[in-house]
T-cell receptor, first 111, second 115 residues
Framework: GEDVEQSLFLSVREGDSSVINCTYTDSSSTYLYWYKQEPGAGLQLLTY?????DMKQDQRLTVLLNKKDKHLSLRIADTQTGDSAIYFCADLPGGSYIPTFGRGTSLIVHP | DAGVIQSPRHEVTEMGQEVTLRCKPISGHNSLFWYRQTMMRGLELLIYFNNNVPIDDSGMPEDRFSAKMPNASFSTLKIQPSEPRDSAVYFC?????????????FGEGSWLTVV
């Protein structure tokens, strides 16, 4: 079946850029998503990218998609302590309305 | 717009008791999802409804779990009898299929502890 893989932890210094990586297996994926989960809260959509796009930028967030390698990344510029959270990658397989989520990457931002 | 609304936010119950979790999806959305999140297993899809009809319930752990969606604005997830291993955060999410992005929106979760 479909699989979405992420590393579990990332630690960065405040002010640096963070890059969270994700790989997926389904070549028919139509949309790919990044969600953010803060402690005690639900998953909040950060951004999504359509599979025919290579890049999407939204303020401090840059999403890069390499469809050939089935690799998705989320870059957060000027990372702040408020960015500390778990970031989930998800893809939507073609013909499905059910996204597949990764296990999430815990981003730790230290001074 | 109000987001996905879940209740209760927190519940502590004794083993063997019945637990009912409630969800109000975003108005106009036609798909509803129930997820369970634990440290060990991450985020698991329990059941998916489309137009109030259960489409995929392959993630429901066992017969102790049941979910209903009597109308477009309400769903319940029931656990009877509850067990300590059911302790988890249960999320409800909704989406409008066919909308650009097919984005699903999550509620704040129901934090269940079974002692």
């Amino acid at each position: 079946g479909e699989d979405v893989e992420q590393s579990l932890f990332l630690s960065v210094r405040e002010g640096d850029s963070s890059v969270i990586n994700c790989t997926y297996t389904d070549s028919s994926s139509t949309y790919l998503y990044w969600y953010k989960q803060e402690p005690g809260a639900g998953l909040q959509l950060l951004t999504y990218i359509f599979s025919n796009m290579d890049m999407k930028q939204d303020q401090r967030l840059t999403v890069l998609l390499n469809k050939k390698d089935k690799h998705l990344s989320l870059r957060i510029a000027d990372t702040q302590t408020g960015d500390s959270a778990i970031y989930f990658c998800a893809d939507l397989p073609g013909g499905s309305y059910i996204p597949t989520f990764g296990r999430g990457t815990s981003l730790i931002v230290h001074p | 717009d109000a987001g996905v609304i879940q209740s209760p936010r927190h519940e502590v119950t004794e083993m063997g008791q019945e637990v009912t979790l409630r969800c109000k999806p975003i108005s106009g959305h036609n798909s509803l999802f129930w997820y369970r999140q634990t440290m060990m297993r991450g985020l698991e899809l329990l059941i998916y409804f489309n137009n109030n009809v259960p489409i995929d319930d392959s993630g429901m752990p066992e017969d102790r779990f049941s979910a209903k969606m009597p109308n477009a604005s309400f769903s319940t997830l029931k656990i009877q009898p509850s067990e300590p291993r059911d302790s988890a955060v249960y999320f409800c999410a909704s989406s409008l299929t066919g909308r650009t992005g097919n984005t699903i929106y999550f509620g704040e979760g129901s934090w269940l502890t079974v002692v």
